[in-house]
């Protein structure tokens, strides 16, 4: 249900945006309602990964849960691409700059706390079930509202013939490779089977130590493995 309200969240967007680059003739906006046409393929993507991930059969007992992560990985890669695409245009299209009326920017201002408010909801549901995919939508739709307030800006600038149009669209730019790499990283950590933090070895090393039965704990190793966590312990018994 969080992912399928993150995509209607993400169509809205995707909406108002592009309405308002119509009316504006702004390219940052529409570089905005670019990166949230790609949110809408990455919460797709999402909701695919969640459903796919919680099958089971007998070649995979746990279910395909790795798939939440490579469905991260694929969220990441499509924030790459829109980066290059929005730095294109930037740089090579003419600027197409419109006469538009106050409420415009009350509309665009009324849009940056949106993304930050989502995001917050779902990427705390993502931890709470320990969902990597929720967590990488969230993060990256909190990242959204740093270009929010960027495009206002340009759009501000743009309202009082102040020419900002494309510095701005290269900025949304960078946020969003920024939030493509963070997600890429957390993905690929999970699919090379990174190693679990020491505070949680240490909390499950204190745990099996005191149990009556066990003598000594030689050794535990864990790695973070989508919504598990898999841990070998190496124990004298009693």
């Not at 490779?177 to 499950?204: C, F, H, N, Q, Y």
Request: charged fraction near 15%.
């Amino acid at each position: 249900r969080v992912a399928l309200l993150s995509l209607l969240v993400n169509c809205g967007l995707v909406a108002i945006k592009l309405a308002i680059s119509f009316f504006t003739g702004s390219l940052s906006i529409r570089a905005d309602a670019v990166h949230s046409f790609v949110d809408i393929l990455g919460s797709g993507a999402v909701i695919l990964g969640l459903v796919i991930s919680r099958r089971k059969s007998r070649g995979f007992p746990y279910g395909l849960y790795k798939v939440e992560n490579v469905v991260a990985i694929i969220i990441a890669l499509l924030l790459f691409g829109t980066a290059y695409e929005i730095v294109h245009e930037a740089i090579f299209a003419p600027p197409q700059v419109q006469e538009f009326s106050g409420w415009v920017l009350v509309l665009v201002a009324a849009l940056v706390p949106v993304p930050f408010l989502f995001g917050r909801y779902e990427a705390g549901m993502g931890r709470r079930f320990n969902s990597p995919s929720l967590i990488a939508d969230g993060e990256h739709f909190r990242a959204d509202v740093l270009s929010s307030a960027i495009v206002f800006l340009a759009l501000l600038g743009q309202y009082l013939e102040v020419p900002l149009d494309q510095v701005p669209a290269i900025l949304v730019a960078a946020f969003i490779v920024k939030a493509g790499w963070d997600i890429l990283v957390s993905g690929m950590r999970v699919l090379l089977d990174a190693s679990v933090d020491p505070g949680t070895l240490e909390t499950i090393r204190a745990t099996i130590a005191g149990d009556p039965a066990v003598v000594e704990v030689k050794e535990i190793r864990g790695r973070n493995s989508g919504r598990y966590v898999f841990v070998e312990a190496e124990m004298t018994l009693r």
